[in-house]
T-cell receptor, first 116, second 114 residues
Framework: GAVVSQHPSRVICKSGTSVKIECRSLDFQATTMFWYRQFPKQSLMLMATSNEGSKATYEQGVEKDKFLINHASLTLSTLTVTSAHPEDSSFYIC????????????FGDGTRLSIL | AQSVTQLGSHVSVSEGALVLLRCNYSSSVPPYLFWYVQYPNQGLQLLLKYTTGATLVKGINGFEAEFKKSETSFHLTKPSAHMSDAAEYFCAVSENQAGTALIFGKGTTLSVSS
């Protein structure tokens, strides 16, 4: 079964709205989570690394004030797209590292964000 | 710095035919290499990975990949394609298994015809 739950799976909203996406590790404590963005027919681009209890580390070119990441607990990280615009429409995927296992990351099923 | 190149953005095969998806990597340190599969509107599922040891790695769904250091390659193969194999496949590299974020290739779409 899924070990990382991402919610919502799809959201459609008006331009200017802020949207929050949740990523939960279901049966392990994830000290590190990752947020990716995927454009149609393209690869995943790492946006930021989220560490529990500390500030996220953003990749070059990713606006920190635009994409707010909070990792307040060992099982939950949130990505908030603030004042979203049509160019923010994309597929966002989170992943979480299980320190117990031999896989580097477990991926959520993604969130399809559409800004009208 | 690490990078991944997947040759061929789209591969088409007939059901029962050999599947070969190509991946070359660049890494200044010994790499950890992965193949993931993505079905439409879903996240990624790990097919297989190479860390150390045996260079021929077997994964789920009948897939396997061989790490060839001299060729900096990690091609994915499956002897006989099934219709259910149609999906997007991503090769990825990491510096370590501990949690460094993965660097993905651009992906290869596999189509399987009957």
């Amino acid at each position: 079964g899924a070990v990382v739950s991402q919610h919502p799976s799809r959201v459609i909203c008006k331009s200017g709205t802020s949207v929050k996406i949740e990523c939960r590790s279901l049966d392990f404590q994830a000290t590190t989570m990752f947020w990716y963005r995927q454009f149609p027919k393209q690869s995943l681009m790492l946006m930021a690394t989220s560490n529990e209890g500390s500030k996220a580390t953003y990749e070059q070119g990713v606006e920190k004030d635009k994409f707010l990441i909070n990792h307040a607990s060992l099982t939950l990280s949130t990505l908030t797209v603030t004042s979203a615009h049509p160019e923010d429409s994309s597929f966002y995927i989170c992943s979480a590292r299980d320190p117990r296992g031999d896989q580097p990351q477990h991926f959520g099923d993604g969130t399809r964000l559409s800004i009208l | 710095a690490q990078s991944v190149t997947q040759l061929g953005s789209h591969v088409s095969v007939s059901e029962g035919a050999l599947v070969l998806l190509r991946c070359n990597y660049s890494s200044s340190v010994p790499p950890y290499l992965f193949w993931y599969v993505q079905y439409p509107n879903q996240g990624l599922q790990l097919l297989l990975k190479y860390t150390t040891g045996a260079t021929l790695v077997k994964g789920i769904n009948g897939f396997e990949a061989e790490f060839k250091k001299s060729e900096t390659s990690f091609h994915l193969t499956k002897p006989s394609a099934h219709m259910s194999d149609a999906a997007e496949y991503f090769c990825a590299v990491s510096e370590n298994q501990a949690g460094t974020a993965l660097i993905f290739g651009k992906g290869t779409t596999l189509s399987v015809s009957s």
